[in-house]
């Protein structure tokens, strides 16, 4: 898996450490992990150069920033679309055929939003690969601590969850703050179900994990 240092990125890693279907879990980054765990192999890596890794059955991605943390639109690309692409097409040359891929809500590759045009040319690039299942998360806000991942709050986003929390009964599924665990849970449990071709699970049908 990649993006394990991220608020849904921990939760996935927590999920696949915990679940008795996986018996090793291989993490690629930038940097090494500070976790240690028996079934663990954190691998440090560079994305633009990322070569076959150890045989695996699944692969999950939650890579992710903002263009303010990045730096640039060309950096923010480099990460939420060519890493992406690069941990994919690694994870494919290594034997997985099972994909689940953090995305957000307004996904669309012809958005005139570049953060959504570019999270939707990730998904059709992704799609393209031909893994026999694609899982993508598209989830509303995420509520969860960046603090205590020593991560800047993103823009606008501490607002939007305390509006969101406020609201939360009037406000449509699919809307609503949900928490990062709940997305790590439903995209485990889909990408071992195993669906043929694409999935893609909207924020209100991960509630609840």
């Known amino acids: 898996m990649a993006g394990a240092t991220g608020l849904v990125g921990r939760e996935i890693l927590a999920g696949l450490l915990a679940d008795k279907t996986y018996a090793s879990v291989h993490c690629v980054g930038r940097r090494p992990l500070a976790l240690q765990h028996p079934k663990l192999t954190s691998h440090v890596v560079d994305f633009a ?11 999950f991605i939650a890579l992710g920033t903002t263009i303010k943390v990045a730096g640039s639109k060309d950096a923010f690309r480099a990460i939420d679309l060519k890493a992406v692409e690069a941990v994919a097409l690694a994870a494919q040359s290594s034997g ?3 994909l689940g891929v953090v995305s957000a809500m307004g996904a669309n590759r012809q958005s005139s939003v570049f953060y959504n045009r570019i999270k939707g040319e990730m998904e059709l690039s992704l799609a393209r690969m031909g893994f026999k299942c694609l899982v993508i998360a598209r989830p509303s806000l995420i509520d969860g601590d960046r603090a205590a991942l020593h991560q800047p709050e993103r823009s606008g986003e501490g607002i939007g969850l305390l509006l969101a929390r406020g609201l939360s009964p009037l406000l449509p ?3 609503r703050a949900i928490k990062a665990c709940d997305i790590a849970h439903a995209l485990i449990r889909h990408a071992k179900m195993g669906t043929p071709g694409v999935v893609t699970l909207m924020s209100g049908e991960m509630q609840g994990g």
Do not use: E, F, G, S
């Open 96 to 98: 997985a055929t099972r």
């Open 173 to 175: 599924a699919n809307y």
């Open 49 to 59: 150069a990322l070569a076959a890794m150890p045989q695996v059955d699944d692969c």
